[in-house]
């Protein structure tokens, strides 16, 4: 168990440029879950994947946000036309559908995008 | 929609001694999760200790332990024999049976005086 794994850990870029982020999930793990928590705030929730079907999209992930999980595996997070606005950490967790850790998320160290 | 209140932003303790943070929350169902997690300075959030609503035995983990009031709304975290390394930001967090996402209060940041 290597844990979740984002990448990058750090972006920095100029507003209207594009950004994608990876998650890697546990890899025994069906669930998928993007979170996005700016400075001093609990995260909140963005969408969740269970394998490769989106499931749940919050009101916060507008137009610009787009969120992939092609075969199940990784997730990728893509914003286009980035804003200032969008600077936060995006957090990546991962859950299992059953067994002793059911229900339980597991968090990786998130990407934290600066929009300049 | 269910709300998350942790009113206390910030907390400081003695190490060695016992802390509570508190967390109280709105819902109208009767089938959900809460979750205690910390997350430390530029380190990743990891789970401290969780409990089931239809559960009405308090959950325990080493020296982390919740006062669950289901009538009540709340949902405490106690730290007894606090240690150095449990200075951290602690967000509790609410799931509905019938959901997935988790929705998290503002968090409480813990400071430990040595």
């Known amino acids: 168990d290597t844990g979740v794994s984002q990448d990058p850990r750090h972006k920095i870029t100029k507003r209207g440029q594009n950004v994608t982020f990876r998650c890697d999930p546990i890899?025994?793990?069906?669930?998928l879950y993007w979170y996005r928590q700016t400075l001093g705030q609990g995260p909140e929730f963005l969408t969740y994947?269970?394998?490769?079907?989106?499931?749940?999209k919050s009101r916060l992930l507008s137009d610009r946000f787009s969120a992939e999980r092609p075969k199940g595996s990784f997730s990728t997070l893509e914003i286009q036309r980035t804003e200032q606005g969008d600077s936060a950490m995006y957090l990546c967790?991962?859950?299992?559908?059953?067994?002793?850790?059911?229900?339980?998320?597991?968090f990786g160290p998130g990407t934290r995008l600066l929009v300049l | 929609a269910q709300t998350v209140t942790q009113s206390q932003p910030e907390m400081s303790v003695q190490e060695a001694e016992t802390v509570t943070l508190s967390c109280t929350y709105d819902?109208?169902?009767?089938?959900?999760?809460l979750f205690w997690y910390k997350q430390p300075p530029s380190r990743q959030m990891i789970l401290v200790i969780r409990?089931?609503?239809?559960?009405?035995q308090n959950a325990t983990e080493n020296r982390f332990s919740v006062n669950f009031q289901k009538a009540a709304k709340s949902f405490s975290l106690k730290i007894s024999d606090s240690q150095l390394g449990d200075a951290a930001m602690y967000f509790c967090?609410?799931?509905?049976?019938?959901?997935?996402?988790?929705?998290f209060g503002q968090g409480t940041r813990l400071t430990i005086n040595p």
């Open positions: 967790a991962s859950s299992p559908t059953g067994g002793a850790s059911f229900e339980t998320q597991y």
């Open positions: 890899s025994e793990h069906n669930r």
């Open positions: 994947f269970q394998n490769e079907a989106q499931l749940e």
């Open positions: 819902t109208s169902e009767s089938d959900y999760y």
């Open positions: 409990q089931e609503a239809y559960k009405q």
């Open positions: 967090a609410y799931r509905s049976g019938g959901a997935q996402k988790l929705v």
